[in-house]
């Protein structure tokens, strides 16, 4: 090596700092065909610091065995590679199969040549992505460490950010997983391996949260390592307090927290209520970590807050949302895990209806009628024997599962006679009780609790404050149920069944978006018997088919007529029952139908009823497939009671969803069920579907569920449901308020 060469890379000692020897050196590979050059830069470079990191050199003397070196190394931060080597052009011509290698990404290239003046052109540095070059016989030490710091830091950012993408890819993959789940305790401790990873760091911490605002104390959701054992502890039951005084503080201030010691990680957690990470381990967070970090907090806000979102959306499928008890599904279930326990002649369901309650509800209010039912589920769970399960599986009525031993059926007859104390008021209630027994012929849950419902319907019509027993081998019970029916066919020919329409309004422009056709029923007397007392009738029957054909022909009749009177762009609802949906002809009849009244497919929408919901799931949905390949569209009507299964929810091809009205007649008021509307459209929002509220009584309802983006609602609000007389007027007297 010539002296000049050995002049210009005369060290001037640097020296190493005590962090530095527990850092992993820089990779530096050295591509030259001359040995001097590798022995001087070595010579030179071997003491040089950058970021508290010594260099470790590599050595190749022709572009190919760089790049065979190449593939067999994962990290190398600089490649100072010559040009001209075996050609003259040698160097640039292994830069492409240098960039082709995924590991290297981040490397940086300098160029050195040993011809003065030098200079790559602007389209060769931008071709080839060379990161710097240097001209041999013009390097100085100090030109040299510059040149090595520049390329090392910016290969340092880039590797940062590449780590950071591929650890929220990571994340975001591996907290897919529990997406649409409750499984809170395993996404936390996923979430805590992903951030310790992240962080080069044993997965060993403690994940502290709340689940609700109203949870009282932070709880360890998930722990690993040595603090395994803290799980499902509350955060002052823990022992460590160092770990619980970090934790603690994190949580008070909202701020992480680093010490040689230990990282406590603050996220946000759901319900806007705080969350904490505690690492042990020395080192400290980096700018690009401590910004990752909040990536990883905002991440896990939004996994967490939607967990806790399908938790209370999973509570629908079990749990009324007016009265917080089970609901028809979970009373149904109750049954059949009895059943399967214990012997079945110990099994008795009742069914209790509230005669005449919606008459009493529209008479006082939603409201007063809620609090009636409050203060019939307080008397039963007070005075019932606490083994009992019992459940609300309509408006109206209430369910009983119990062993023979825990209730007398006078015992519960009793129960009604003192009248009940609503805000001051003494309101005696007429009921009908109806029981069913699960002897060796009766069937599961549905039928048993389909049992009790049928008696207490017969109760009601023969002495309302009566009781009936259902037996399946009594000659009496099928007398009667053959009697209703015969009635009910009566009064088909003597056309006492009518058709009614509610209107539905669109809440954000006030117009009329369609309407709702109901089935009504009124004798010659001018009585009128409601829906849920002869529409169980209808289903045992057969007539449900000729019923629902109808109230179709209806509907596309009063479509026709409104269309006439100029009303156009309107949507006829209607329900569609189990026995409709499985005739083998019921689309080719719908089409007829629709074509006789000239009305488009897109005119009428079929709401699913709770009766649906029943069908083997798979069949139940290649129905309503079929439906919508036709044009029509789909209506999932009461969501949230009966079997409205949020669990199916994604699987069913839906196009609107209706709200329950329980769930709308608690906007107005402090209860949890408050939100479930909110929520109810959220998730129907997710699943590109649009929204329609029943039951909206008032104009605070009417705003609330406006401003959730509600698109529709329907109720006593807008219109009662309304003959076809009177839904021409009421369309008439809005378009001449319009004008």
């Given amino acids: ?132 070059y240097l001209v041999k016989s013009e390097i100085t030490e100090s030109k040299l460490y510059s040149m090595f710091s520049s390329s090392i830091r910016a290969y340092e950012t880039l590797t940062r950010q590449e780590h950071a993408r591929l650890a929220v890819e990571g994340l975001l993959k591996e907290n897919a997983r529990y997406l649409g789940t409750t499984r809170f305790r395993a996404f936390a401790e996923n979430f805590l391996r992903q951030v310790a990873s992240s962080l080069n760091r044993p997965a060993h911490g403690v994940v502290c949260a709340k689940i609700q605002a109203s949870d009282h104390e932070h709880m360890v959701y998930a722990a690993t390592g040595p603090f395994e054992p803290l799980i499902g502890k509350r955060l002052g039951q823990m022992a460590d307090s160092e770990v619980k005084a970090r934790l603690e503080a994190c949580l008070q201030t909202q701020e992480s927290l680093v010490t040689p010691d230990e990282i406590v990680i603050f996220l946000h957690g759901p319900r806007a209520c705080g969350a904490a990470i505690y690492l042990p381990g020395s080192g400290s967070l980096p700018t690009l970590d401590a910004h990752l970090m909040g990536i990883y907090g905002n991440n896990f806000a939004v996994c967490a807050e939607n967990m806790a979102l399908v938790a209370d959306l999973s509570r629908l499928d079990k749990v009324d949302p007016l009265l917080s008890i089970p609901n028809q599904t979970e009373l149904i279930a109750v049954i059949d895990k009895r059943l399967e326990n214990f012997p079945r002649s110990s099994t008795m369901v009742a069914a209790i209806t509230l005669n005449r309650f919606s008459e009493f509800s529209s008479a006082r209010g939603a409201r007063y009628a809620d609090r009636l039912l409050y203060a019939v589920s307080g008397r039963l769970h007070a005075q019932l024997n606490p083994n009992c399960t019992i459940g609300r599986i309509d408006d109206s009525s209430f369910g009983i599962v119990s062993d023979l031993d825990w209730m007398h059926p006078l015992a519960l007859e009793r129960l009604f006679r003192d009248p009940f104390d609503i805000v001051g008021d003494q309101v005696s209630v007429e009921r009908s009780l109806g029981l069913a027994y699960a002897t060796d012929g009766a069937g599961g849950g549905a039928e ?13 019509r023969v002495n309302q404050s009566d009781v009936a027993v259902y037996d399946a081998h009594s000659d009496s019970t099928a007398h009667t149920r053959e009697a209703v029916v015969k009635e009910l066919r009566e009064a088909i020919s003597q056309k006492q069944l009518f058709a009614v329409f509610q209107p ?59 269309r006439r009177l100029g009303h156009t762009g309107l949507r006829a609802t209607i329900s569609i029952s189990t026995a409709q949906l499985r005739q083998g002809d019921f689309l080719d009849s719908l089409e007829a139908a629709l074509q006789e009244a000239g009305a488009a497919p897109q005119e009428l929408e079929l709401a699913i009823t709770d009766s649906i919901a029943a069908i083997e799931e798979a069949e139940f949905i290649v129905h309503l497939q079929h439906i919508r390949s036709r044009g029509l569209s789909i209506a999932l009507n009461d969501f949230g009671s009966g079997y409205s299964a949020v669990s199916h929810l994604e699987q069913i091809p839906a196009d609107r969803i209706a709200i329950d009205r329980t769930f709308v007649w608690a906007l107005e008021s402090s209860q949890p069920t408050k939100r479930t509307a909110e929520m109810v459209i959220h998730l129907a929002r997710q699943l590109d579907m649009k929204i329609v509220a029943t039951g909206v009584d008032t104009p605070a309802q009417a705003e609330i569920l406006n401003n959730f983006h509600c698109d529709e609602a329907q109720g006593s609000l807008f219109a009662k449901p309304l003959t076809l007389e009177e839904m021409i007027e009421w369309m008439s007297g809005r378009a001449t308020q319009a004008e």
């Fill in 1 to 132: 090596m010539s002296e000049d060469i050995q002049d210009m890379f005369l060290p001037e000692p640097i020296q190493a700092t005590a962090t530095s020897a527990a850092l992993a050196p820089w990779t530096v590979l050295i591509v030259d065909d001359d040995k001097d050059v590798h022995n001087a830069t070595l010579f030179v470079a071997r003491k040089f610091q950058i970021n508290h990191r010594s260099l470790h050199f590599l050595h190749a003397y022709s572009s190919k065995e760089a790049e065979e070196l190449l593939r067999r190394t994962q990290k190398v931060a600089v490649i100072l590679l010559d040009v001209v080597m075996e050609s003259e052009t040698d160097g640039l011509d292994v830069i492409p199969a240098i960039r082709g290698m995924d590991h290297l990404g981040a490397t940086q290239i300098i160029l050195r040549t040993g011809q003065a003046g030098y200079h790559p052109e602007v389209d060769v540095i931008a071709k080839h992505d060379i990161n710097g």
């Fill in 448 to 460: 048993l609790l389909r049992n009790a419902r049928f008696a207490a319907t017969y109760a009601a």
């Fill in 504 to 562: 539905r309004v669109n809440l954000s422009t006030g117009n009329v978006a369609g309407f709702e056709a109901l089935l009504r029923w009124q004798k010659p007397d001018g009585s009128q018997v409601p829906p849920e007392q002869f529409i169980p009738f209808v289903e045992r029957s057969g007539q449900v088919g000729n019923l629902d054909n109808f109230v179709l022909i209806s509907a596309l009749e009063a479509l026709a007529d409104l």
